[in-house]
């Protein structure tokens, strides 16, 4: 199931995810052409420990090439609930950052179970964290919504037993704008 969340309009020149596998992560030809640097980091699955670090290592990346701190905390934070939905829900997956002129691009797949009803998922509050997860403090069910709050637009691409990908775009403010 392929969903286009309120926000992400058609003709805004984003690459668009097609109705493809989650798994299936090669950009088009367009896309690697606007590309100016990606940068990639395997994520696994309950592996609490490191859980958090691909995403330490995208904003301490993006704090060396001097990004607006604004810009960073939001793609900090998407890049964080995202990375721990993969560690509770998902399978192995890859975060990964990619930076065009006008434009930051976080998008991470796994290939875990999948999201049957991505509407219902992106609800503030629906959650299927077990008990260990809300012991860690966990399953609020507000992971979703706050990567879309955060983020300029976002895109939601799984089905059943097929894996997920969530694509999140950031535009880069112009010099002396903030949010
Ligand atoms: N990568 C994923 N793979 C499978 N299911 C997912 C994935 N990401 C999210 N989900 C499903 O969507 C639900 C909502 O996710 P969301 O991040 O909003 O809340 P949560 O992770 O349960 O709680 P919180 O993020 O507040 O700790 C999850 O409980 C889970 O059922
Ligand atoms: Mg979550």
Not at 30 to 55: C, P, T, V, W, Y
Not at 150 to 166: A, F, H, P, W
Request: with cysteine; charged share 25%.
């Amino acid at each position: 199931m392929l969903a286009t969340l309120p926000g992400l309009t058609e003709n805004d020149n984003l690459p668009l995810i097609n109705a493809r596998p989650a798994r299936i992560t090669a950009p088009s030809e367009n896309f690697k052409h606007m590309s100016q640097l990606k940068k990639s980091f395997h994520i696994k699955s309950r592996d609490f420990i490191r859980a958090g670090e691909a995403s330490i290592n995208i904003q301490n990346l993006l704090k060396s090439m001097d990004f607006d701190p604004s810009l960073i905390r939001r793609v900090a934070i998407c890049g964080y609930e995202s990375e721990m939905n993969v560690v509770m829900h998902g399978g192995d997956g890859t975060l990964s950052i990619e930076v065009d002129s006008d434009r930051l691009i976080l998008e991470i797949t796994d290939d875990g179970p999948g999201i049957e009803d991505i509407d219902l998922a992106m609800q503030a509050g629906y959650s299927t964290a077990n008990d260990d997860h809300r012991e860690m403090g966990f399953g609020a069910g507000m992971g979703l919504p706050n990567m879309k709050k955060n983020s300029d637009r976002i895109q939601v691409d799984s089905k059943k037993d097929d894996g997920t990908l969530v694509r999140m775009i950031f535009f880069i403010p112009e010099k002396g704008e903030t949010d």
